[in-house]
């Protein structure tokens, strides 16, 4: 396996913001283990050229990540997972800008040139104060999510599912409306649980789709609109039937960054991840949407830039 771990549970304290970090590694089905030296964050993003910072509250922006490298193969990422304070999906709005705020500003210290913001419920409560806060372009996923429904529906009526903040926030269904669309909005906030916990093709999570879906009206085009909602797709597939396409925000998003860094010099193609939460448990969940490429590093929240 090509990924290794840094972080997980417990550093050996260095001085301050200075720490020695237990690194792991996964090897033949052995789990390895050896001190580095210190590691700070700007040690990390140092090794990466020009990187674009992408960030979720989970393993679900990965979907987007993925398919941000296969646009963009040359370009370093950096990606935060703020495992610590998932779900944001039942979260206050507030709370939730504030999260938001913090990773943006950390991400900026970095050096990055752009933030994708890989996650619905964020996208949806925060995007406008992160445009207009941080001095590097910001994507959201909400704008690729409604593109991706416009091409795809024949018949004009679309669903949307999405965690209760992303629903209740009306951003999908204002902008869909928008186009003429006739829209079905369900919140379904037990998928995130069933992702982060490894539970996407279990009996559990056939049961809860055909709990939130099958009672769901004529529509041809079904939005996930949580970034967490495509490593469902088999079970959400099943619940809504063979007439209805299932699409996401990961492809279009990747289209827009493509487009805006047209022309720039490649680099490594390198990923770096952050975790606030436990990065070993990080490196098992990410590994049912495919695994993780790139090294991991546990970051707490404490460490996060003050406004």
Known sequence: MSAAIAGGSGYVERGPRERLAPRFAFHSGCLLFWFLKPVLPHDV???????????????????????????????????????????????????????AGQIARFLVSLGVRGIVVACNTASATALPQLCSSVPVPVWGVIDPGVEAARRQTRTGRVGVIGTAATIVSGAYQRKLEALGLTVWARACPMFVHLVEDGLSSSPEAELLARHYLSSHPDFDTLVLGCTHYPVLRDVIAAAVGDSVSLVSSADVTAEQLSSAFNGDPASGGRVVHFVTGDAAAYFHTAGFLGGVDGEVYHLDVAEFPAP
């Open 45 to 99: 993003s140092a090794r990466l050229r020009n990187p674009v910072g992408v960030f979720d509250s989970g393993v679900g922006g990965l979907t987007v990540l993925a398919a941000l490298r296969r646009a963009l193969p040359g370009t370093d990422f950096v990606y935060l997972a703020d495992t610590a304070r998932v779900p944001y999906g039942r979260k206050p709005p507030e709370m939730v800008q504030a999260f």
